[in-house]
């Protein structure tokens, strides 16, 4: 047998989410844009969520970043406290932690200045944050896992009357994003495919990328691994769906997050891989939404969209 592996080694950071969830891509829109703001234009960022691991590392990002400014921080954590400073800066920005939107996004709309409110929150609170946002003139970037599905419809249905903006995404991995779609073009030529994933933990497993991934190829006119399909041992993993995609779930102490999708056909093997480091691999997908979504007017749904 000849195998043929092709791994992909862009990183990325998995995060969880439900079918349900997954679905959500189905609801959105074609996207609607608005011609460039001028170059000459800085994008002033709001981070909700700022004292999270995401949220501080998002913070060194966007200060990092060509014409983007850190325009507020806000949690309900680390209040008063400089956002530089809790994110590792040698310096501080002179940026508190506030816990009150409404303050820092009036400031922003006085300034007449383009802004985007980056919501690292919790499900319960995406709506308002991004009422909030758009009252004054904000596009919003959504990255919160296990945002439900009825949230998102009604999200839509606000910004296509607001004509503003939304990204809501499932990962702000590049990588992430570019192993799906290989695994949609690959799945029209391979009858058979198992999704093996490796965690450090087990919490929610399996893992939001496995579902996604499952949910996008499933549904084509395919019907994979026929000849075990039915098969209810343990060992052959756990069926996503109703198309014959398993998933295996490994859970060990030390293993870096990773996701391969592996499928196979006459004498080969075809071999997607995603390794996942740390929060880092969000940043470019970030950074990418934040620039393209103060274009938009309506909401979209997942970073492909803008790739």
Do not use: W
Not at 9 to 34: D, E, F, H, P, W
Request: net charge negative; proline share 6%.
């Amino acid at each position: 047998m000849v195998s043929l592996c092709h791994p992909i080694r862009i990183r990325a950071c998995g995060n969880t989410a439900t079918r349900r969830n997954a679905a959500a891509a189905k609801v959105l829109c074609s996207m609607q844009q608005t011609p460039p703001p001028p170059a000459q234009s800085t994008i002033k960022v709001v981070i909700v969520g700022a004292t999270k691991e995401i949220g501080r590392t998002a913070v060194l990002a966007v200060t990092k970043a060509r014409g983007m400014e850190l325009a507020g921080a806000i949690d309900s954590q680390c209040i008063g406290e400089d956002a530089g400073q809790i994110s590792g800066m040698d310096e501080p920005l002179e940026i508190p932690v506030l816990n009150d939107l409404t303050m820092v996004l009036g400031s922003i709309a006085q300034s007449r200045a383009t802004g985007v409110v980056v919501d690292f929150s919790e499900p319960s609170a995406v709506y308002d944050n991004v009422k909030q946002a758009a009252a004054f003139g904000l596009s919003s970037v959504v990255y919160v896992p296990k945002i439900e599905l009825d949230t998102v419809t009604e999200l839509s249905a606000f910004c296509e009357k607001a004509s503003m903006g939304c990204l809501v995404a499932p990962t702000l991995s590049i990588g992430s994003v570019l192993l799906q779609q290989a695994a949609i073009q690959a799945s029209f030529h391979y009858s058979n495919v198992e999704i093996v994933e490796s965690r450090p933990n087990p919490s929610d497993l399996p893992s939001q990328d496995a579902i996604q991934i499952a949910n996008n190829i499933s549904d084509l006119g395919q019907i994979y691994n026929r000849e075990d399909m039915d098969s209810s041992s343990p060992a052959r993993g756990q069926l996503l769906g109703e198309d014959g995609v398993r998933v295996h779930s490994m859970v060990l102490p030390g293993l870096v997050s990773s996701t391969s999708i592996n499928f196979s056909g006459p004498g080969e093997i075809y071999a997607l891989r995603h390794d996942v480091a740390n929060v880092q691999c969000l940043m470019p997908g970030l950074i990418l939404a934040i620039r393209k979504v103060v274009r938009l007017k309506n909401l979209i749904y997942g970073l492909e969209k803008f790739l």
